[in-house]
């Protein structure tokens, strides 16, 4: 049974730093894609980070907004993910989810096919 547990989130100032992570259990790393999500309030969840590896290589891709200023990174050791969240702005104010895929392709824009979910932990972006 695949789990996720996110950490991490808290409030910061415009400009500030966070980072997110999520330990995973119940599967292999390499079985997996994983991402992150956010969903602020009265919008649709969205895709803002994705990252699989596969052997030596590790792929990633991000959403445009975050471009820059986020980072996914994984350690395999411990089956976690991590998010690192730089220049932050007021609109990246949202609950960030932890996700995962037995879909592997990492591909620009896709965020979909991805099945078991983290309980979200909130992240506050004051201006």
């Known amino acids: 049974q695949v789990q996720l547990v996110e950490s991490g989130g808290g409030s910061v100032q415009a400009g500030g730093s966070l980072r997110l992570a999520c330990k995973g259990s119940g599967y292999d790393y390499m079985e997996k894609r994983m991402a992150w999500f956010r969903q602020a309030p009265a919008q649709e969840r969205e895709g803002v980070a994705q990252?699989?590896?596969?052997?030596?290589?590790?792929?990633?891709e991000y959403d445009e907004s975050v471009k820059g200023r986020f980072t996914i990174s994984q350690d395999r050791a411990t089956n976690t993910i991590y998010l690192q969240m730089n220049s932050l702005k007021p609109e990246d104010t949202a609950v960030y989810y932890c996700?995962?895929?037995?879909?592997?392709?990492?591909?620009?824009?896709?965020?979909?096919?991805?099945?078991?979910w983290g309980q979200g932990t909130q992240v506050t972006v004051s201006s």
């Open positions: 996700a995962a895929s037995s879909s592997l392709t990492v591909r620009a824009g896709d965020w979909d096919n991805f099945d078991d």
């Open positions: 990252i699989r590896a596969r052997g030596s290589v590790t792929f990633t």
